[in-house]
């Protein structure tokens, strides 16, 4: 999927674990979850998961993840990863990497109608949470700047993209969202990246939150993504109040939605069906809403 990628598989775990965790040597790994941009994950045992990162940059955000899910996650509506064990590089991996526990669930099928609203509130009720944290001692998100910070990249994707999505109306879009107010107030911690892979559900309610390779403070519209990432658009009026978000965060988080699936679609579309049929699905779900 990245060029600088290293190639991993369960041999390699297993070694890994034995040589770094030999409390855990012996326990069976198995591969999950293989459209993952940034960690290959593999199942350890039954209550564990074991997380390569893909490349450096995934790689710098062990540390802060050790660091702050565990104070975050005292304070959250669900459940998110808590860190067991931080691994360093060894057996021809190049790269730090983590042991979390195994939080069971399935990720919310994309667009799904069947009692959608349940899950909408649960999606509120998590990124109010969130956002309300004290943003004391915190750092910029991976998304922090300004919508106006992504035009040059959404204008190359937009461009790229011809031949697969109404460029023009898409455009049109981007334009009004670059118009809207800025946020009045100070940054908040955001997830995000509330995508449907990031995800856990139980009886299409939400039970967890995961990978915060994102985490940090930034716009809290950037976490109405989960809007047209998740949600089919009959629930999104019941996420919107729930989440009291204005017309003007609203606005924002339209062009968040947009210019992520944009990028997502150009680099994809070749290397992860996953990313980039749900980024086309974003796509087409925000054209829909504007028309």
């Given at each position: 999927m990245h060029a600088d990628e290293p190639v991993t598989d369960a041999a390699l775990v297993r070694r890994l674990?034995?040589?770094?965790?030999?409390?855990?040597?012996?326990?069976?790994?198995?591969?999950?979850g293989a459209a993952g941009t940034a960690n290959a994950m593999y199942r350890l045992g039954d209550d564990l998961v074991v997380r390569l990162p893909r490349t450096a940059g995934s790689a710098d955000d062990i540390a802060t993840e050790h660091h702050w899910l565990p104070r975050l996650g005292r304070r959250l509506p669900v459940a998110i990863p808590v860190p067991l064990g931080a691994g360093v590089p060894g057996e021809g991996y190049p790269h730090p990497w983590s042991v979390y526990g195994w939080l069971d669930g399935t990720c919310p099928t994309v667009g799904d109608t069947a009692e959608a609203a349940p899950l909408a509130r649960d999606l509120a009720g998590f990124v109010t949470a969130l956002h309300r944290i004290d943003p004391a001692d915190g750092f910029p998100s991976y998304r922090s700047e300004p919508l106006a910070a992504r035009n040059s990249a959404v204008r190359k994707a937009l461009a790229d993209l011809t031949t697969e999505i109404d460029t023009a109306a898409a455009?049109?879009?981007?334009?009004?969202?670059?118009?809207?107010?800025?946020?009045?107030?100070?940054?908040?911690?955001?997830?995000?990246?509330?995508?449907?892979?990031?995800?856990?559900?139980?009886?299409?309610?939400?039970?967890?939150?995961?990978?915060?390779?994102?985490?940090?403070?930034?716009?809290?519209?950037?976490?109405?993504?989960?809007?047209?990432?998740?949600?089919?658009?009959?629930?999104?009026?019941?996420?919107?109040?729930?989440?009291?978000?204005?017309?003007?965060?609203?606005?924002?988080?339209?062009?968040?939605?947009?210019?992520?699936?944009l990028m997502e679609l150009q680099c994809y579309r070749e290397t992860n069906a996953f990313m980039a049929d749900t980024a086309r699905h974003v796509i087409a779900e925000i054209l829909a809403d504007q028309r």
């Amino acid at each position: 999927m990245h060029a600088d990628e290293p190639v991993t598989d369960a041999a390699l775990v297993r070694r890994l674990i034995a040589a770094q965790f030999p409390r855990w040597a012996g326990l069976p790994a198995t591969r999950v979850g293989a459209a993952g941009t940034a960690n290959a994950m593999y199942r350890l045992g039954d209550d564990l998961v074991v997380r390569l990162p893909r490349t450096a940059g995934s790689a710098d955000d062990i540390a802060t993840e050790h660091h702050w899910l565990p104070r975050l996650g005292r304070r959250l509506p669900v459940a998110i990863p808590v860190p067991l064990g931080a691994g360093v590089p060894g057996e021809g991996y190049p790269h730090p990497w983590s042991v979390y526990g195994w939080l069971d669930g399935t990720c919310p099928t994309v667009g799904d109608t069947a009692e959608a609203a349940p899950l909408a509130r649960d999606l509120a009720g998590f990124v109010t949470a969130l956002h309300r944290i004290d943003p004391a001692d915190g750092f910029p998100s991976y998304r922090s700047e300004p919508l106006a910070a992504r035009n040059s990249a959404v204008r190359k994707a937009l461009a790229d993209l011809t031949t697969e999505i109404d460029t023009a109306a898409a455009a049109e879009i981007w334009e009004t969202a670059l118009r809207a107010p800025a946020p009045t107030g100070p940054p908040v911690w955001i997830h995000a990246d509330l995508q449907p892979g990031n995800m856990l559900t139980a009886d299409r309610r939400l039970t967890a939150v995961i990978d915060f390779g994102c985490l940090g403070l930034g716009d809290a519209a950037v976490d109405l993504i989960a809007a047209w990432y998740v949600l089919p658009a009959e629930a999104r009026d019941t996420f919107r109040a729930a989440a009291e978000a204005d017309d003007a965060a609203w606005a924002r988080g339209i062009g968040w939605a947009l210019s992520i699936a944009l990028m997502e679609l150009q680099c994809y579309r070749e290397t992860n069906a996953f990313m980039a049929d749900t980024a086309r699905h974003v796509i087409a779900e925000i054209l829909a809403d504007q028309r």
